[in-house]
């Protein structure tokens, strides 16, 4: 793929760029399932573009033959502010559409809008907050979710990446 410049409104988040993977492995939790560990590589792609193609897979081993997860989408910056989008599809059926603001080093987003398939299954996702943050050169992340039943944000994962490669 041929570099493009970094679209003036990521400036701000021009520390992000790249991808990045588990440096151990990251931890999920909920009150309604045994908590787990997994490995997870996420990907902030600039295509010249106020935002970044995002991808996150998630993985049940180390050597990343196990897929569990699979996220896509959009991290898109409004020019000239700190307020961020991030709007993803699930491979199991689920969008949403999170905002939220970039401060400093930190993103923090919140959903506004989830929809999931019709055949999607028992306990709906209804509401996630996100937080990617950069401490030390690693990029930390926690997610929270409630569910139809749980219905109080709880945290679900939490992991945190070294940056193995630069998009060019």
Same mark, same amino acid.
């Given at each position: 793929?041929i570099?493009?410049?970094? *679209?003036?409104?990521?400036?701000?988040?021009?520390?992000?760029? @790249?991808t990045?993977?588990?440096?151990?492995?990251?931890?999920?939790?909920?009150?309604?399932i045994?908590?787990?560990?997994y #490995?997870?590589?996420?990907?902030?792609?600039?295509?010249?573009?106020?935002?970044?193609?995002?991808?996150?897979?998630?993985?049940?081993?180390?050597?990343?033959?196990?897929?569990? *997860?699979?996220e896509?989408?959009?991290?898109?910056?409004?020019?000239?502010?700190?307020? +961020?989008?991030? /709007?993803?599809?699930? =491979?199991? @059926?689920?969008?949403?559409? !999170?905002?939220?603001? /970039?401060?400093?080093?930190? /993103?923090?987003?919140?959903?506004?809008d /989830?929809?999931?398939?019709?055949?999607?299954?028992?306990p *709906?996702?209804?509401? +996630?907050?996100?937080?990617?943050?950069?401490?030390? =050169?690693?990029? !930390? #992340?926690?997610? #929270?979710?409630?569910?139809?039943?749980?219905?109080?944000?709880?945290e *679900?994962?939490?992991?945190? #990446?070294?940056k193995?490669s630069?998009?060019?």
């Open positions: 793929m570099r493009v410049p970094l *679209h003036k409104a990521l400036e701000s988040l021009a520390w992000l760029e @790249g990045w993977r588990t440096e151990n492995q990251g931890s999920g939790k909920y009150p309604t045994k908590d787990f560990n #490995y997870d590589e996420i990907s902030f792609m600039s295509l010249g573009q106020p935002m970044f193609n995002y991808t996150a897979q998630s993985f049940s081993n180390s050597d990343l033959k196990k897929p569990m *997860h699979r896509t989408g959009f991290l898109k910056v409004n020019p000239g502010t700190n307020q +961020v989008t991030l /709007i993803s599809a699930h =491979n199991f @059926g689920l969008t949403t559409i !999170e905002c939220g603001e /970039i401060t400093d080093k930190t /993103i923090n987003l919140n959903s506004t /989830i929809t999931r398939i019709k055949e999607a299954k028992v *709906h996702v209804t509401q +996630v907050r996100r937080e990617f943050k950069l401490h030390d =050169n690693c990029l !930390e #992340y926690v997610f #929270y979710m409630a569910t139809s039943n749980t219905p109080v944000l709880t *679900h994962l939490q992991a945190k #990446y070294t193995v630069e998009e060019k």
